[in-house]
Structures are given as C-alpha cells and as structure tokens.
C-alpha cells in the first residue's frame, strides 16, 4: 500500500505563492498518473491538477489554469503544486491523489485509489 504525505501548506496573502510537495512511499510511483484536489469548508472536495505518469501530459481546472502548475520527479517520488497568483477562493485542504491509471489524466475523484491526509493553504485577503 502506498502512502501519500503532502507539505508544502500554510497561509499566504492574496497574490502570493505557494508549492506543495507530495511525497510517496513505494517503488511503482512512476508508474502511476497522480492529481490534486481540493476541499474548501462546506464544499465538496473538487479537482485541480493532474499529470501523467512521465510528466508529459497535464490537465487543469480552469478556475487554476495559468496559476498552478502540477510536475513530478519520479527520481524524488515526488509530484509539486506550483500555486502562484493566489486568491482567497483558493484557500481549502489540498489533497495529493493516485490514479489508477498511468496514463489518462482524470478529473475524477473516483479514478483515484489512494490520497494523502491533505495540507491547509489559506489565502488572506
């Protein structure tokens, strides 16, 4: 089983900055697609980026496209969240997933068998 360990979060003035890492256990993360998501309070939690498993192919929500950019160091087992332009709308727990699959990017959570225990980030108006 894999395991997921995300940092990276914290708080953040509108406009600023932010990179999430997320670390994983196990020999077959490249092998894999990964993703982030979000959960803002009283929301469900929605889709933000995914990358394939060599890096060569993302997908953004369009409320992140320009903003974030996902990659990954499959040497590191690494995928990072570049988060910049940040808006107070962006502030939720921001959750590191696997996908299923190693080559289709998804936006669908239920495409996803394994999630980290997830990072705050607040942006402050």
């Known amino acids: 089983q894999v395991q997921l360990v995300e940092s990276g979060g914290g708080l953040v003035q509108a406009g600023g900055s932010l990179r999430l890492s997320c670390v994983a256990s196990g020999r077959t993360f490249s092998t894999y697609a990964m993703g982030w998501f979000r959960q803002a309070p009283g929301k469900e939690r929605e889709f933000v980026a995914a990358?394939?498993?060599?890096?060569?192919?993302?997908g953004y929500a369009d409320s992140v496209k320009g903003r974030f950019t996902i990659s990954r160091d499959n040497a590191k087992n690494t995928v990072y969240l570049q988060m910049n332009s940040l808006k107070p709308e962006d502030t939720a727990i921001y959750y590191c997933?696997?996908?299923?699959?190693?080559?289709?990017?998804?936006?669908?959570?239920?495409?996803?068998?394994?999630w980290g225990q997830g990072t705050q980030v607040t942006v402050s108006s």
């Open positions: 997933a696997r996908s299923s699959s190693s080559l289709r990017i998804s936006f669908l959570e239920y495409e996803y068998d394994e």
């Open positions: 990358v394939n498993w060599s890096g060569g192919s993302t």
